[in-house]
């Protein structure tokens, strides 16, 4: 199994417990975490480390005054893929590749129109099987794409 290499991208995220267990996941992973925009929360918050453990010396993360800003340091963007529930194709029909870039937008709103707008090939969705519920958690949505995409870099 080979090793895999991402860039998780957290735009405007709210709920410290959320980023601190992606966090943690991309500790486990050897994954860099980027913020990107406004953090609804302060990064020394006690439940935000509470969720990452004893594990941040270990996140390789990035904090960004916006998404624009992060995207500017790309060099390439045809490898980044937005998730949103208005996405059209599920995240089961791309096929990941090392150096892939999984943008998820804030807990309460998702991306951004404006966002959504600029990027409508690379908009992915998570497929629910009813519609009962509005979306997912944000750190369940993340783990689910990042092994994912893990599973299929790592089997090539």
Same mark, same amino acid.
């Given at each position: 199994?080979?090793? *895999?290499?991402?860039?998780?991208?957290? &735009?405007?995220?709210?709920?410290?417990?959320?980023?601190?267990?992606?966090?943690?996941?991309? *500790?486990?992973?050897?994954? @860099?975490?980027?913020?990107?925009?406004?953090?609804?929360?302060?990064?020394?918050?006690?439940?935000?480390?509470? *969720?990452?453990?004893?594990?941040?010396?270990?996140?390789?993360?990035? &904090?960004?005054?916006?998404?624009?800003?992060?995207?500017? @340091?790309?060099?390439?963007?045809?490898?980044?893929?937005?998730?949103?529930?208005?996405?059209?194709?599920?995240?089961?029909?791309?096929?990941?590749?090392?150096?892939?870039?999984?943008?998820?937008?804030? @807990?309460?709103?998702?991306?951004?129109?404006?966002?959504?707008?600029?990027?409508?090939?690379?908009?992915?969705?998570?497929?629910?099987?009813?519609?009962?519920?509005?979306?997912?958690?944000?750190?369940?949505? &993340?783990?689910?794409? &990042?092994? @994912?995409?893990?599973?299929?870099?790592?089997?090539?």
């Amino acid at each position: 199994m080979g090793k *895999a290499f991402l860039k998780i991208i957290l &735009v405007d995220p709210r709920i410290p417990p959320n980023t601190g267990n992606i966090a943690r996941l991309c *500790a486990a992973n050897d994954l @860099e975490l980027h913020l990107a925009g406004k953090i609804g929360f302060n990064m020394d918050d006690k439940t935000l480390k509470r *969720a990452g453990l004893d594990y941040w010396e270990h996140v390789k993360l990035t &904090v960004h005054k916006g998404f624009d800003a992060f995207i500017a @340091e790309q060099k390439d963007v045809s490898r980044i893929f937005f998730f949103s529930k208005s996405g059209k194709r599920s995240f089961f029909e791309v096929d990941f590749k090392d150096n892939d870039v999984l943008v998820f937008g804030p @807990e309460d709103k998702g991306l951004s129109n404006e966002i959504t707008s600029k990027y409508p090939d690379q908009l992915v969705k998570i497929p629910m099987q009813t519609n009962n519920v509005r979306s997912l958690n944000l750190s369940s949505a &993340v783990a689910i794409a &990042v092994y @994912e995409a893990i599973r299929q870099i790592s089997n090539r």
